[in-house]
């Protein structure tokens, strides 16, 4: 349970593709793209035209699937799916709507961003255990929890842009905390595997090579049932991401560099939620840009008027002549 907002672009990007790096402590989507990820991304971008695209989410889509036999071929067919995806749900703007209901998505099926691991990688949270499977349906259909999720994606995007500006490095991977306290037998029910399929979908195929690694906390006994269904779902290069850790996890993570600083108090943390802190900032300043915008329009309506006013002046002087 993440790539760029679009269409921007950020000129720090190719500061990356063309300058080898000798760091090996650098995140890997730091690095320069090779000759033959240079090649594909040539390619991609050719084939796109005028369609508008995020550089950062060009890579990784070249990155992505660089497994594939027909490598640009595969690329340019996710991508062109992904910018018609986008373009069809209004995905580039979502972040500037509030959506329906998303207090209570947020309550429902809650998601933070709490810290971030030693090279700059942004912490996710997702609390899967407290999602009640018998209420979820209720609630929601399931496109708007994908569209919720969208939305936390795409602010979260917004903060890995942030984080990259900051550090002067490309950033667009993440960790991902999964809290399993309170799963149980109803979450092995399509009421759960259900949705959860859906929002899974999203993330691999319109968010590629977004995760660095995954770490699965709280699993009781009936994770081992889920896993084997929730398993076949995920592409072996992602399954590799995943580590399911014990009763020690905070041990784990803290061997990874992963403090309790950088994670919520549900998992005996102290870190703060910073995708809620993000988001309301973030509305608070699109608000501060409608107002500006109703201004200048009401600004210009007057000018007009006084304009108006003038010329009736002009015609009436010219009717006394």
């Given at each position: 349970t993440q790539s760029t907002g679009h269409p921007q672009t950020f000129t720090f990007d190719f500061l990356f593709m063309s300058t080898p790096t000798p760091d090996a402590t650098l995140p890997p989507e730091a690095a320069p793209l090779t000759e033959e990820e240079q090649a594909v991304f040539d390619k991609v971008k050719e084939a796109l035209?005028?369609?508008?695209?995020?550089?950062?989410?060009?890579?990784?889509?070249?990155?992505?699937?660089?497994?594939?036999?027909?490598w640009a071929g595969k690329v340019i067919e996710m991508i062109t799916k992904t910018l018609d995806w986008?373009?069809?749900?209004?995905?580039?703007?979502?972040?500037?709507?509030?959506?329906?209901?998303?207090?209570?998505?947020?309550?429902?099926?809650t998601t933070m961003v709490t810290g971030k691991d030693p090279v700059g990688h942004l912490i996710a949270v997702d609390r899967l255990g407290a999602i009640k499977p018998s209420?979820?349906?209720?609630d929601f259909t399931v496109e708007e929890l994908q569209m919720h999720h969208v939305q936390?994606?795409?602010?979260?995007?917004?903060?890995?842009?942030?984080a990259s500006e900051k550090a002067g490095m490309r950033l667009y991977k993440m960790v991902s905390v999964l809290d399993l306290d309170g799963i149980g037998m109803?979450?092995?029910?399509?009421?759960?595997?259900?949705?959860?399929?859906?929002?899974?979908?999203?993330?691999?195929?319109?968010?590629?090579?977004?995760?660095?690694?995954?770490?699965?906390?709280n699993a009781p006994w009936v994770f081992k049932m889920i896993w084997k269904v929730v398993r076949p779902w995920l592409h072996p290069i992602t399954q590799e991401k995943i580590q399911?850790?014990?009763s020690n996890f905070l041990e784990e993570m803290a061997a990874?560099?992963?403090?309790?600083?950088?994670?919520?108090?549900?998992?005996?943390?102290?870190?703060?939620?910073?995708?809620?802190?993000?988001?309301?900032?973030?509305?608070?300043?699109?608000?501060?840009?409608k107002k500006k915008t109703k201004k200048?329009?009401?600004?210009?309506?007057?000018?007009?008027?006084?304009?108006?006013?003038?010329?009736d002046e002009d015609d009436d002087e010219e009717a006394d002549e």
């Open positions: 035209g005028d369609r508008p695209f995020g550089e950062t989410q060009l890579i990784q889509f070249v990155r992505g699937y660089s497994y594939e036999e027909d986008r373009q069809e749900h209004d995905v580039d703007t979502i972040c500037d709507r509030k959506l329906d209901k998303r207090d209570k998505f947020k309550t429902t099926w209420e979820l349906l209720v936390n994606q795409e602010f979260i995007a917004k903060m890995k842009e942030e109803a979450h092995t029910g399509s009421k759960f595997t259900g949705p959860a399929r859906a929002l899974m979908d999203i993330d691999q195929w319109f968010y590629p090579e977004s995760m660095q690694k995954m770490y699965v906390v399911v850790c014990g990874d560099g992963i403090e309790k600083d950088q994670l919520p108090e549900c998992l005996g943390g102290t870190g703060i939620d910073l995708l809620e802190e993000f988001e309301k900032t973030y509305a608070d300043k699109n608000k501060g840009k200048k329009k009401k600004k210009k309506s007057k000018e007009g008027e006084k304009t108006e006013d003038d010329d």
